[in-house]
């Protein structure tokens, strides 16, 4: 398995800021996610973080909104920007390694846009 | 657009009640997975099934792989308030390490 860390752990933001949220793997992996988990409901993906490349984005995200960086296979940050009250959601990171059917998750990011 | 349907959507039981929650899709998945998430905590992983038609047992928790990697159930016997959460199921889509998640079973089990 793997320990994954998120920084902050929440946050209050006002609208039109920007937030930059911080995932640290205790190992190093080959594939890193970001998911979206807006209240009280399921996940939805943002994007593939890839090493030393741009993200991968699923439809409806986009890198304006949500630019990724990954500088290595331990770590990934994730950026929301000119937030809206509807960017409020926990934000998660997850990890899975090559060969692995196991997928592991941060704690989140528990945003709050007023 | 992959989809992953769970139901039923919220489950509220008796202690030692059985129950099963279903994840149903019209796309074949490479492997699945259930979670587990508290309020406040990450989704934990419980068990990843590849094969079609595979069951796996952890403790009072069963899971089963459709033969078609299409669906899964997830049966818990004598279900106990230390099982209350929500649970997700999550698809991997075939060639890749993506994962669609379910829509997501809140269950409380009362004592």
């Known amino acids: 398995s793997a320990v994954i860390s998120q920084k902050p752990s929440r946050d209050i933001c006002q609208r039109g800021t920007s937030l930059t949220i911080q995932c640290q793997v205790d190992?190093?992996?080959?594939?890193m996610f970001w998911y979206r988990q807006q209240p009280g409901q399921s996940l939805t993906l943002i994007a593939t973080?890839?090493?030393?490349?741009?993200?991968?984005?699923e439809s409806g995200f986009v890198i304006d909104k949500f630019p990724i960086s990954r500088p290595n296979l331990t770590f990934s940050t994730l950026t929301v920007s000119n937030m809206s009250p509807e960017d409020s959601s926990i934000y998660l990171c997850s990890v899975v390694t090559a060969g692995a059917h196991e997928q592991y998750f941060g704690p989140g990011t528990r945003l709050t846009v007023t | 657009t992959q989809l992953l349907e769970q139901s039923p959507q919220f489950l509220s039981i008796q202690e030692g009640e059985n129950l099963t929650v279903y994840c149903n899709s019209s796309?074949?998945?490479?492997?699945l997975q259930w979670y587990r998430q508290e309020p406040g905590e990450g989704p934990v992983l419980l068990v990843t099934v590849v094969t079609g038609g595979e069951v796996k047992k952890l403790k009072r928790l069963t899971f089963q792989f459709g033969d078609a990697r299409k669906d899964s159930s997830l049966h818990i016997t004598a279900a106990q308030p230390g099982d209350t959460g929500l649970y997700l199921c999550a698809g991997a889509t075939p060639g890749t390490y993506k994962y669609i998640f379910g829509t997501g079973t809140r269950l409380k089990v009362l004592a």
């Open positions: 973080a890839n090493q030393g490349s741009e993200a991968t984005y």
């Open positions: 796309s074949v998945f490479s492997s």
């Open positions: 190992s190093q992996v080959t594939m």
